[in-house]
DNA sequence: CGACACATTGAAATTGCTCAACACGAGTGG
DNA sequence: CCACTCGTGTTGAGCAATTTCAATGTGTCG
């Protein structure tokens, strides 16, 4: 039993130490952490609304979601995805609300932490507390490199650059190979998460497969050829804590 | 000589204050810790490049600031501003490179924030540590509201937007009144603030003066219609930690 | 005065958007 | 099994917002 959600947790564990070298003693305390309760939400519905306190933290254990914000006349802007492994509420003061909504992608599914856990990690586990906050920081230079992509680049550099990130992350946590990863992003997504509009994104895709960059269909994304697809992008990894570049 | 310090940090102190209720205690760390060493920046210079390791963490006592991106090919994106009482390059990580530079738009004083001082914040101060973490949250919820603004906005709403939050958050820290504020920012830095460029920010401020909405002239800003500038940018106070609204 | 940074204007070019239609596959109910 | 709908992807034509290029104005400062 312990063993069994030992294993769901490994996307989170995984994750983790990618900032902060953990000892087992800490993965143990991760999943401890994430066993306690864990939840389904089922694709296309809503896992927290702007405005809303958040009672729990959330970690991702399977699928995709993603956080976004809409204008009340109904445009709506992608703020960033979740994969395995993502925490997300992770609210240091827990009055205030939210200030982005969050929506399954897929069929997800999510460890609930504990208030009360959570805030005895500083003291019982300071390397995983330190984790998580390194995580957040990472979480916010994505951001920041997503405002580079929409405020700077032209449509073309700001999809292939979409692209080339959901793939490194992905091969990060181990689910994409060189056969390329499942991906279960419509164009009208793309077009969310890049300020572009569907028919666009649209266009775009199909210029990146015309010059043989990626595959892209049914649900799975290939990378043709990463290296010039980067050149398109003005792509620089750093800004993602994924070393192994290539 | 030290009541002197305490003044300067007051920007700091009052800022954190909006996060945190902060005892006479940790006011007093407060002071101490950006008492050790300022500096002095002259306006148009980088106060930290892209790349580096943070040697210190910075806390802004008077003047403005902004963190940007640029691209290989020279195009540009700010990513926010900062003001008297923000810190930032708080890095958890020493080793960690920042991913983006900050850039003097004034004559800038800084605090500098020792390594050690900040280590010692969690176990000495906590109230103080949290309020940081706070304001780091903080400042993601602005970029979060930045990318909507970049990704969905048109350039009036943009601009409209742009303009209400710089007004709001120097009215929070006591630097504007019904009577304006002193606004250094050009419009080339508006454009790269917003993704437009230079000429169309400057056809775009022409209709909200024509429409008698600001005056911005000078190095001095005024909002003359608050409500109507609202509508106009969709603008929603949550996301900035700015309670008293009008 | 000259240099320079910033603001402003006009005209032409272009990127990306809107609207509208059609294709296609999966799922559903008759 | 068919008809239907729905979500998604695709295409075309016209349009609008924004960019580009190029020039001019304006104030400050040495």
């Not at 914000?69 to 009055?95: A, E, H, T």
């Amino acid at each position: 039993m312990l063993s069994l959600s030992c294993a769901a947790l490994q996307p989170l564990i995984r994750n983790l130490d990618r900032y902060v070298a953990l000892t087992p003693d800490d993965r143990a305390a991760i999943a401890a952490l994430g066993d306690r309760s864990q939840v389904e939400k089922p694709a296309h519905t809503d896992i927290a609304r702007e405005g809303e306190r958040a009672r729990v933290a959330h970690a991702v254990i399977s699928g995709w979601a993603c956080c976004y914000k809409d204008l009340p006349d109904g445009r709506r802007q992608i703020l960033g995805f979740l994969l395995p492994g993502d925490v997300f509420d992770l609210n240091l003061d827990s009055l205030r609300e939210q200030d982005c909504s969050v929506s399954a992608l897929t069929r997800v599914r999510l460890a609930e932490l504990l208030p009360s856990q959570v805030r005895a990690l500083p003291d019982d586990h300071p390397r995983v507390w330190k984790a998580l906050l390194l995580q957040q920081q990472a979480n916010a230079a994505i951001l920041r490199e997503w405002l580079l992509n929409t405020g700077q680049r032209t449509a073309i550099e700001r999809l292939a650059h979409l692209l080339i990130e959901l793939f490194l992350r992905n091969r990060a946590i181990g689910l994409a190979s060189r056969e390329g990863l499942k991906f279960p992003i419509t164009q009208s997504h793309l077009a969310e998460a890049t300020g572009l509009t569907p028919v666009h994104v649209n266009r775009t895709v199909q210029a990146l497969r015309r010059q043989d960059l990626i595959e892209y269909a049914n649900g799975h994304l290939k990378i043709l050829d990463l290296a010039r697809l980067s050149d398109i992008a003005l792509f620089d990894a750093k800004y993602l804590c994924v070393e192994e570049y290539q």
